[in-house]
């Protein structure tokens, strides 16, 4: 597989994985017993760290690499996943959210 595949495949999963913790990520903090303010706020916590990581990768790719920018991106992203479902602190959830999103 070449580069410019290996770019849309990664942008193509990075996509489905955005849209579907969206919905997941809501359904588990509901299943935390979260008020929806505070799962409203967590989610948009977490939209706001996807929004910075997809303007350092793209200021930052042609310094770094494509390759580095999305592999270190995905091993962020996979982190805060680990953190997240370790997580029950609405405080500790927010910060997840935002290094979760880092896809």
Known sequence: MGDRQSLYAAAFVRS???GMIGVLLGVYLAELKL???T???LIGVGLA???LATLA???GADRFGHRRSLLLIAL???SGAIA???SSHPAALGACCTIRRLL
């Open 16 to 18: 489905i994985s955005t």
């Open 35 to 37: 008020d929806t303010t």
């Open 39 to 41: 799962i409203g706020v």
């Open 49 to 51: 760290g996807a929004m």
């Open 57 to 59: 990768v793209t200021v």
């Open 76 to 78: 962020l992203s996979a």
């Open 84 to 86: 997240l479902a370790l």
